[in-house]
């Protein structure tokens, strides 16, 4: 089974959490606010190795955090409730 570090309710099952999508890095090229919303919604960068997601506590505190996690071993490097 492997745990989340929930920053509010402590090592959590994932079967608590749900995926909302990784935090994309958004190339500087990319300029104006519509354009850089198209980014945030429609592409994702898919990596195989360290990425930077967000996820929805629903079994528990009801609160997104933050989660670093290696998506190639399935890893959770971090978490952050910001």
Do not use: Q
């Not at 429609?42 to 195989?48: A, I, L, M, P, T």
């Not at 629903?58 to 890893?75: M, P, V, Y």
């Amino acid at each position: 089974m492997h745990l989340i570090p929930c920053p509010n309710c402590g090592a959590r099952p994932t079967e608590e959490f749900r995926f909302g999508g990784e935090v994309p890095a958004i190339p500087d090229r990319v300029v104006g606010v519509e354009a850089r919303d198209v980014d945030l919604v429609w592409f994702s960068n898919n990596v195989d190795g360290p990425s930077v997601e967000r996820w929805y506590h629903l079994g528990g505190c009801k609160r997104w955090l933050t989660l670093a996690r290696d998506t190639h071993t399935d890893t959770v490097l971090g978490a952050d409730s910001t």
